[in-house]
């Protein structure tokens, strides 16, 4: 299937097409229908296709190489790319919290305006499982944002799905209650949101990855031969995957070149058994033994 954050532009490049398509029908049926809520929910796919673009040309940014001015490469530009969505989305949920205050027409719409926002459904949760899988699996934090967005969208799909059937079929006070509803649902895209903006923040601060994580990377040192024991184990997320630094201590008899060798194979190992590490900077201590008690 190839590297992970292949596969995971081609699904922010699929989701690009997925909403454009989605807003038009939407947009369209609903002023058919003359149904406000289904036009509101088009302009919110709109707004999708265009997050769906920064999660794009950030997956393109951070995966160019590293260079002179860039020496541990573009990685923070995806990072910074999911903090955008984070704060698009708080927009958006601030939006819909507004919309349904505002929200005073209680007229009905056509019945079909129901059949976009069934197809938006089963579209964008297909969509949030492909991406929260393969965003996790190429480390990309800006295609899990969108996966939230997705998640989002299907909140704000079944807020617009009932606000159609209650309009049809419930009374006044059931459709007045279900703009409240709306109201409800713009709150949780505000907390989903400034959940994405502290992961990314946290990111952007160096936070130490899962300690899970942190133990296979001593593991994988810890096997080469030469090894007497690790001193210190930092790591930092940049972009997709780990920068690492480690403080290797070897037998101080040896030599530079044996010490170096150990360092170099060490670095192999790491990058080699785990795929979301980038590089390993390897550090070379003196083993000190703790001298066994006497008497």
Known sequence: MGRPETFARRVALASMAASALLAVVKIVVGLAASSIAVVSDG???????????????????AAKPPDEEHPYGHGRFEILTGLAIGVLLVAAGTGICVESIEQTD????????????????????????VKFRYGRRAGSTALVAHAWNDVIDNLSGVVALAAVLLSNFGSEKVAAADRYGGFAIGLIVVFLALRVVRETVMQLMD??????????????ALRVPGVRGIEKCYARKTGLRYHVDLHLEVDPDLTVRESHEIARSVKNTIKADLDWVEDVLVHVEPYAAVPEPHG
């Open 43 to 61: 302009f919110e796919s709109a707004a999708d296709f265009f997050t769906s673009g920064l999660v794009l040309l950030g997956l393109w940014i």
């Open 106 to 129: 209680d007229h009905p719409p056509a019945l079909y305006a129901a059949w976009p926002l069934l197809g938006s459904i089963v579209i964008k949760a297909a969509l949030s499982v």
């Open 207 to 220: 936070t130490m990855p899962d300690p899970t994580q942190m133990v296979q990377i001593r593991a994988a």
